[in-house]
Nanobody, 117 residues
Framework: QVQLVESGGGSEQAGGSLRLSCAAS????????MSWYRQAPGKEREFVSVIGRDGITKYADSVKGRFTISQDNAKNTVYLQMNSLKPEDTAMYYC???????????WGQGTQVTVSS
């Protein structure tokens, strides 16, 4: 059973920083791309960032230059460093991992980020 456990969410003022973590319980050889998505109340879930096993990263335009995704392959863990937070970053943040063995996507339970002005 693959599980993704997120942590690090919370409340912060605009301009502040938070660091999210997502640990995947999966055989390392099966771990594919790991991504962060977010969903604000009343809105659809949207892509935030992705990192491949090779370290190649991609960001949504709305977070480029403020957020940094990184990973620890030995721990099957991905991080999202969020700086210069804005109220519009307020959302539930979800981690997603694609298994290279099954081709399936797995999602975490989400961690809430709230940014006040």
């Amino acid at each position: 059973q693959v599980q993704l456990v997120e942590s690090g969410g919370g409340s912060e003022q605009a301009g502040g920083s938070l660091r999210l973590s997502c640990a995947a319980s999966i055989y390392t050889r099966c771990r594919g791309d790991m991504s962060w998505y977010r969903q604000a109340p009343g809105k659809e879930r949207e892509f935030v960032s992705v990192i491949g096993r090779d370290g190649i990263t991609k960001y949504a335009d709305s977070v480029k230059g403020r957020f940094t995704i990184s990973q620890d392959n030995a721990k099957n863990t991905v991080y999202l460093q969020m700086n210069s937070l804005k109220p519009e970053d307020t959302a539930m943040y979800y981690c997603k991992m694609r298994s290279t063995c099954s081709g399936r996507d797995f999602w975490g339970q989400g961690t809430q980020v709230t940014v006040s002005s």
